[in-house]
């Protein structure tokens, strides 16, 4: 029997812990599901296991990864457990990567696929996707955390049962703890949600040479995204880097603008529906990943193509 | 305030990824080498608590003989000397790295007296296991906060902040502590021509670790299929601006 740990936001099972109960699911045997603190009973009805679990204790009205841990690791015990899946989100991976070593256990984690087994058969990625590696799982519980947004999410349904527990939590399990949360900033286009990304790399050439590509940005009602190029160099601010260890974007469409096309850039841009690229460079490494192109000096393109939407604009 | 930076050396591989003909590993012969991005700037901030609070910054690195240069490196923006735990070159899984780096870390507060911190980063560039940081605090008995885009010490405490959701999670640990970051906790910075010099001078301790075997095999490599088109070109320079427009228009993105 595998179990999920299903995470969830505002009363709602996330995304990609339904897609992480895809994969469970697939491993055969029932699929059981855990769900952890306040709000947990509302969403196990709509979860379709044959058994959801839901931990609740006053600790849990904060994110504690020991407690989510000591919580996955109760579980095997309670439930005979063979494989533990969960979405590979920053929070269940690190209560994911706890649970592994408490458990003595290795962690695979960002798998895309699992054939079941001794040795389980995975597919899991490197490189934040540039670069997949298959590998063999030796153990009789494995722990697996999935990719979000590369297999489709269960539909919702009703659970067979729901049982609720009150775990036993260690003041230890309670010492990492969140004590205090700051709201997003209001206001402002964020880069992840953003259905217009323009992204503006070394050849931009310098910090004011950005204007023309927050220009196009602001005519769009899109974002401002950069490479690690001029995160590096100072001009543009981290926050605003798309790749592997910047944002992962999915846009309508990504306007990469003097921009080579590094693996570790595009693995950020992965979910955008087009990519434009603008480059100098008819043979830069973007062209092979682009679907369309302006061959070109970005400081006279992205201008005419500002111009001419005003123009159109009247 | 004395603290252990422990970092990876990656290859940076560019525009795209060779494998070599066994699928084990990518082919590095024509690439150059880096300290993976997260850990750079767990490099820097190392240094920079250190030069604010006095104390020892420590880089250690499990990796091949040419991974010296990465230790170096991190000497070269102010580390004050090097742990290397030399291997064949051969992939080390993170239960493995773990126990390593965990052997080592004991051998050098035994000699040498405990550290207040242990950074990690959040997750190698290249095999991306999100484990060995917890590994190693586990084994200590340490507390770990992980994916950190922020860290101040304070009267014997660690305030660190996490992004999630476009906000932020505040943590409070205890010293000492394990902790694990991403890149855009600071701006590393670039070593300079003295630092360099100095770096080559500054101590550095090697030892060679016995591999265990993995539970988690790599069986191969392989590179995702249908990555590769040829871009449609809309047009030269400044000509084109009407045929992107047109394209803008048709998906639906101008107004
Ligand atoms: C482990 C690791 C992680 C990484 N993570 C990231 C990441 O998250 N995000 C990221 O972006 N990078 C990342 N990188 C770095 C990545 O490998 C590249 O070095 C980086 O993306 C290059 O940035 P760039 O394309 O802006 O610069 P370059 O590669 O220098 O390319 C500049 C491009 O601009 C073109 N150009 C120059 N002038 C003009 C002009 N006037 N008009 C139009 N085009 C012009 C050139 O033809 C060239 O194609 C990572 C690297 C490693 C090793």
Same mark, same amino acid.
């Given at each position: 029997?595998?179990? @999920?740990?299903?995470?969830?936001?505002?009363?709602?099972?996330?995304?990609?812990?339904?897609?992480?109960?895809?994969?469970?699911?697939?491993?055969?045997?029932?699929?059981?599901?855990?769900v952890?603190?306040?709000g947990?009973?509302? $969403?196990a009805?709509?979860i !379709?296991?044959a $058994?959801?679990?839901?931990?609740e204790?006053?600790a849990l009205?904060?994110?504690? !990864?020991?407690?989510?841990?000591?919580?996955l @690791?109760?579980m095997?015990?309670?439930?005979?457990v063979?494989?533990?899946?969960?979405?590979?989100?920053?929070r269940?991976?690190?209560? &994911?990567?706890?649970?592994?070593v408490?458990?003595?256990?290795?962690?695979?984690?960002? @798998?895309?696929?699992?054939? !079941?087994?001794n040795?389980?058969?995975?597919?899991?990625?490197?490189?934040?996707?540039?670069?997949?590696?298959?590998?063999r799982?030796?153990t009789?519980?494995?722990?697996?955390?999935?990719v979000p947004?590369t297999?489709?999410?269960?539909?919702?349904?009703s659970p067979?049962?729901?049982?609720?527990?009150t775990?036993?939590?260690?003041?230890?399990?309670?010492?990492?703890?969140?004590?205090?949360? $700051?709201?997003?900033p209001?206001?402002?286009?964020?880069?992840?949600?953003?259905?217009?990304?323009?992204?503006?790399?070394?050849?931009?050439?310098?910090?004011?040479g950005?204007?023309?590509?927050?220009?196009?940005?602001?005519?769009?009602?899109?974002?401002?995204?950069?490479?690690?190029?001029?995160? &590096?160099?100072?001009w543009? !601010?981290?926050?605003?880097? $798309?790749?592997?260890?910047?944002?992962?974007?999915a846009?309508?469409i990504?306007?990469?603008?003097?921009?080579?096309?590094?693996?570790?850039?595009?693995?950020?841009?992965?979910?955008?529906?087009?990519?434009?690229?603008?480059?100098?460079?008819?043979?830069?490494?973007? &062209?092979?990943?682009?679907d369309?192109a302006?061959v070109?000096?970005?400081?006279?393109?992205l201008?005419?193509?500002?111009?001419?939407?005003?123009?159109?604009?009247g | 305030?004395?603290?252990?930076v422990?970092?990876?050396r990656?290859?940076?591989?560019?525009? #795209?990824?060779?494998?070599?003909?066994?699928?084990?590993?990518i082919?590095?012969?024509?690439?150059?080498?880096?300290?993976? %991005?997260?850990?750079?700037?767990?490099?820097?901030?190392?240094?920079?608590?250190?030069?604010?609070?006095?104390?020892?910054?420590?880089?250690?690195?499990?990796?091949?003989?040419d991974a010296?240069e990465?230790?170096?490196?991190?000497?070269? /923006?102010?580390?004050?000397?090097? /742990?290397?735990?030399?291997?064949?070159?051969?992939?080390?899984?993170?239960?493995?790295?773990a126990?390593?780096?965990?052997?080592?870390?004991?051998?050098?507060?035994?000699?040498?007296?405990?550290?207040?911190? /242990?950074?990690?980063?959040?997750?190698?560039? +290249?095999?991306?296991?999100?484990?060995?940081?917890?590994?190693?605090?586990?084994?200590l008995? #340490?507390?770990?906060?992980t994916g950190?885009?922020a860290?101040a010490v304070?009267?014997g405490?660690f305030?660190?902040?996490q992004?999630?959701?476009?906000?932020?999670n505040?943590?409070?640990?205890?010293?000492?502590?394990v902790?694990t970051?991403?890149?855009?906790?600071?701006?590393?910075?670039y070593?300079?021509v %003295?630092?360099r010099?100095?770096?080559?001078r500054?101590?550095?301790?090697?030892?060679?670790?016995? #591999? %265990?075997a993995?539970r988690?095999?790599?069986? #191969?490599?392989v590179?995702?299929?249908?990555?590769?088109?040829?871009?449609?070109i809309?047009?030269?320079?400044?000509d084109?601006?009407?045929?992107?427009v +047109?394209?803008?228009?048709? /998906?639906?993105?101008?107004?």
């Amino acid at each position: 029997m595998n179990l @999920c740990l299903v995470e969830h936001l505002d009363g709602v099972a996330t995304d990609a812990s339904l897609q992480a109960f895809t994969l469970a699911a697939g491993l055969g045997g029932e699929t059981h599901a855990l769900v952890i603190g306040p709000g947990g009973a509302e $969403v196990a009805a709509t979860i !379709p296991a044959a $058994v959801v679990y839901v931990a609740e204790h006053d600790a849990l009205d904060a994110f504690a !990864p020991d407690a989510w841990a000591a919580i996955l @690791c109760a579980m095997p015990s309670r439930t005979g457990v063979t494989a533990i899946v969960a979405p590979g989100s920053a929070r269940a991976t690190d209560a &994911m990567a706890r649970a592994a070593v408490r458990l003595g256990e290795p962690l695979a984690a960002n @798998c895309i696929s699992a054939t !079941p087994g001794n040795p389980l058969l995975l597919t899991r990625i490197r490189w934040g996707g540039s670069l997949l590696e298959e590998a063999r799982l030796h153990t009789d519980c494995a722990l697996l955390t999935v990719v979000p947004h590369t297999l489709p999410a269960v539909a919702p349904g009703s659970p067979g049962a729901v049982e609720r527990f009150t775990p036993e939590l260690a003041d230890a399990d309670l010492v990492v703890r969140v004590r205090e949360r $700051v709201a997003p900033p209001a206001g402002g286009v964020s880069l992840t949600d953003a259905k217009v990304v323009v992204t503006g790399g070394r050849g931009v050439g310098s910090a004011e040479g950005f204007v023309v590509v927050e220009e196009l940005a602001g005519l769009l009602g899109g974002a401002v995204g950069c490479s690690r190029a001029v995160t &590096m160099s100072g001009w543009r !601010p981290h926050t605003d880097q $798309v790749g592997q260890t910047g944002n992962k974007i999915a846009p309508e469409i990504y306007i990469a603008c003097g921009v080579s096309g590094a693996t570790q850039h595009i693995a950020g841009a992965k979910g955008a529906k087009r990519i434009l690229a603008v480059n100098t460079d008819p043979e830069a490494p973007i &062209m092979s990943v682009a679907d369309y192109a302006v061959v070109g000096d970005l400081h006279e393109v992205l201008p005419a193509i500002s111009a001419e939407l005003r123009r159109r604009r009247g | 305030m004395k603290a252990l930076v422990c970092v990876k050396r990656v290859p940076m591989t560019g525009g #795209r990824i060779v494998l070599t003909d066994d699928e084990q590993a990518i082919e590095t012969k024509h690439l150059g080498f880096a300290i993976s %991005p997260h850990e750079e700037c767990g490099v820097e901030e190392a240094v920079r608590l250190v030069e604010a609070h006095g104390g020892e910054s420590v880089v250690l690195t499990l990796g091949p003989p040419d991974a010296e240069e990465q230790l170096r490196d991190a000497m070269a /923006i102010g580390a004050d000397r090097g /742990i290397h735990l030399v291997t064949d070159g051969e992939e080390w899984d993170p239960e493995a790295t773990a126990g390593a780096i965990v052997a080592a870390v004991i051998a050098d507060e035994t000699a040498s007296g405990p550290f207040d911190l /242990i950074l990690f980063g959040n997750e190698s560039a +290249d095999s991306g296991g999100f484990q060995t940081g917890l590994r190693v605090a586990y084994a200590l008995g #340490r507390p770990c906060a992980t994916g950190l885009k922020a860290v101040a010490v304070g009267d014997g405490s660690f305030r660190c902040e996490q992004e999630e959701g476009g906000g932020r999670n505040v943590y409070e640990l205890p010293l000492p502590a394990v902790v694990t970051v991403l890149e855009g906790l600071n701006l590393p910075r670039y070593p300079s021509v %003295p630092g360099r010099m100095r770096a080559g001078r500054k101590p550095l301790e090697a030892s060679t670790p016995e #591999r %265990p075997a993995s539970r988690l095999e790599r069986a #191969r490599l392989v590179v995702p299929a249908g990555e590769s088109k040829q871009a449609e070109i809309l047009g030269h320079g400044a000509d084109a601006a009407s045929a992107v427009v +047109d394209l803008l228009e048709q /998906i639906g993105v101008t107004s």
